[in-house]
């Protein structure tokens, strides 16, 4: 196996970081089993991106965005739930991507490969740590009130449906942000673990986001080091790594 660059480490913090502190929305609003179905709605951007020869990141993006809209556009248009929608859509998607990916290629895009991170990557992943922090940082209170009572921020003037879908480009941007370190069969497991691993300990909704994002660093630089000293690959070391850390919360609670 190659070795990890600095690129890889970086783009790793960044995005166990990011998309632990995202996945607070995610469980508190119920949607953690279509978060992780949501997430392989990457599948056919990034078997798209490989046979087109650019970034799967990039393809990835635009599928994940392409599919927000649809859900979105369907949602307004009937009563189904959003997680009703997520789960038709990736059925959809998936067998779409299973179908084109070339099976060289299918290790690597269901379990990501943080070795093969180049400087392009790098950038890229950098961008949308960007557009991730300032998407947090101005809709951090709308997102909060909704996720606690959709009804009443409606009563209250706040346009749920467009932030909804801002939500759903959010959280697009962050399963983007992890395909390469996890890949699209695990990443909804960056946005699940973390998150549900500081519920059980946190002492308020500051510091669940405190520990939800220290969490996924940790998880991953644990995951990193293991994957090093055992040689397996890094994307299931860093998810076994949550699994720990998960598992010292639910003895710290009890």
């Given at each position: ?39 392989h ?16 990141t ?21 009563n ?13 998607s ?114 669940l ?46």
């Amino acid at each position: 196996m190659e070795a990890i660059n600095t690129y890889s480490i970086i783009i790793g913090v960044l995005g166990g970081a990011l998309i632990s502190f995202f996945g607070v929305f995610v469980i508190n609003r119920r949607l953690a089993l279509a978060a992780d179905a949501y997430s392989h709605i990457a599948l056919p951007g990034v078997a798209v991106a490989i046979l087109a020869g650019i970034d799967p990141t990039l393809g990835a993006l635009a599928a994940l965005t392409i599919g927000s809209f649809v859900i979105h556009a369907i949602q307004q248009k009937t009563n189904l739930y959003t997680d009703t929608l997520i789960g038709v859509i990736f059925s959809l998607s998936l067998a779409i991507g299973l179908l084109i990916l070339p099976e060289s290629q299918l290790e690597s895009a269901l379990l990501g490969d943080l070795t093969t991170i180049t400087r392009a990557d790098f950038l890229l992943g950098i961008g949308l740590t960007v557009v991730l922090l300032l998407l947090i940082i101005k809709m951090f209170r709308r997102f909060t009130f909704i996720t606690f009572s959709e009804q009443l921020a409606q009563v209250s003037g706040v346009k749920t449906g467009a932030v909804n879908l801002l939500f759903l480009l959010g959280l697009a941007a962050a399963v983007s942000l992890g395909i390469k370190v996890t890949g699209t069969l695990l990443v909804g497991s960056l946005l699940i673990i973390p998150a549900s691993a500081a519920q059980m300990i946190a002492r308020n909704f500051k510091s669940l986001f405190s520990l939800a994002t220290l969490y996924g660093v940790l998880s991953v630089v644990a995951g990193i080091a293991l994957s090093a000293l055992l040689h397996f690959p890094p994307g299931p070391m860093i998810i076994l790594s949550e699994g720990l850390f998960f598992c010292v919360s639910f003895l710290a609670k009890k």
